[in-house]
Nanobody, 116 residues
Framework: QVQLVESGGGLVQPGGSLRVSCVAS????????MGWYRQAPGKGRELVASIDSGGRTNYADSVKGRFTISRDNAKNSVFLQMNSLKPEDTAVYYC??????????WGQGTQVTVSS
């Protein structure tokens, strides 16, 4: 089994920055993908960004140039630095890890609210 614990969400004003973190523990393969999805009220879950164990990244078009994903393989951790935040970034952000060939595991989610 795999457990993921997120931290770092909160309330920020438009244009501000926030960093969310996630630590995974348990059966983590050396080849995997980690990342973040988000779900806004009344909307489906969407991929925000992902990063594989080789460092290759993928971003949603809506966050390119504003968000940066990174990871620490030694600590099975993934981070999302969010800059120039907009009200439409308001959502619950979910961390995930997907071992190669298996379904993803999910964190419990952390709320990010962008509002003045």
């Amino acid at each position: 089994q795999v457990q993921l614990v997120e931290s770092g969400g909160g309330l920020v004003q438009p244009g501000g920055s926030l960093r969310v973190s996630c630590v995974a523990s348990g059966r983590i393969f050396s080849i995997n993908v980690m990342g973040w999805y988000r779900q806004a009220p009344g909307k489906g879950r969407e991929l925000v960004a992902s990063i594989d164990s080789g460092g290759r990244t993928n971003y949603a078009d809506s966050v390119k140039g504003r968000f940066t994903i990174s990871r620490d393989n030694a600590k099975n951790s993934v981070f999302l630095q969010m800059n120039s935040l907009k009200p439409e970034d308001t959502a619950v952000y979910y961390c995930f890890v997907r071992n190669s060939g298996f379904s993803p595991y999910w964190g419990q989610g952390t709320q990010v609210t962008v509002s003045s």
